[in-house]
Nanobody
Framework: QVQLVESGGGLVQAGGSLRLSCAASGRTFTGYYMGWFRQAPGLEREFVAAISSTGGSTNYADSVKGRFTISRDNAKNSVYLQMNSLKPEDTAVYYC??????????????WGQGTQVTVSS
């Protein structure tokens, strides 16, 4: 079992920044591909970013490329999402996810409980 706990969400004005954190506990964190998803009201959950187990490879949704940066610190069992130049359309609940099999995070094995990000115009 892996437990994931997100933090760092909040209310920010358009153009501002937030840094989300996801702390993992339980089984070996370094064996997992990690990522972030988000879900806005009335919409399906969508992929945001992924990072390989070593942190050497990353992948982003086109909508956040150039604005968001995913990183991880395996010594701290944590993954982060730095979000810059935020837009109102980034408003959503953001979820941390862990996938043992696939960098694409097609079927994550574990999910966090989510953290709300609200961007005002």
């Amino acid at each position: 079992q892996v437990q994931l706990v997100e933090s760092g969400g909040g209310l920010v004005q358009a153009g501002g920044s937030l840094r989300l954190s996801c702390a993992a506990s339980g089984r070996t964190f370094t064996g997992y591909y990690m990522g972030w998803f988000r879900q806005a009201p009335g919409l399906e959950r969508e992929f945001v970013a992924a990072i390989s187990s070593t942190g050497g490879s990353t992948n982003y949704a086109d909508s956040v490329k150039g604005r968001f940066t995913i990183s991880r610190d395996n010594a701290k069992n944590s993954v982060y999402l730095q979000m810059n130049s935020l837009k109102p359309e980034d408003t959503a609940v953001y979820y941390c996810a862990a996938d043992y099999r696939s960098f694409s995070l097609r079927q994550p094995d574990y999910w966090g409980q989510g953290t709300q990000v609200t961007v005002s115009s």
